[in-house]
């Protein structure tokens, strides 16, 4: 289980309320989308060798049918 929180270290009224402003900020789906493609994480072991593993014999099976 994963925590997400933001820590807020105004100093000045103006940047608190800058910071609470910023909640209220609406995204498009366009928006989302290129966010999350350009944070998406690299796979990670195992799950990309599993693919990788049976990748031949898949091929081998496609092309039989």
């Excluded at 940047?15 to 998406?40: F, H």
Aim: glycine residues 6%; aromatic residues 4%; hydrophobic residues 35%.
């Amino acid at each position: 289980q994963a925590v997400t929180t933001v820590i807020v270290g105004a100093k000045r009224i103006e940047q608190l309320e800058d910071n609470i402003a910023a909640t209220g900020v609406q995204l498009s789906a366009d928006e989302l989308d290129r966010l999350n493609a350009v944070s998406e994480l690299p796979r990670e072991y195992p799950g990309w060798m599993l693919e990788r593993q049976g990748e031949y014999r898949r091929e081998q099976l496609k092309n039989q049918s």
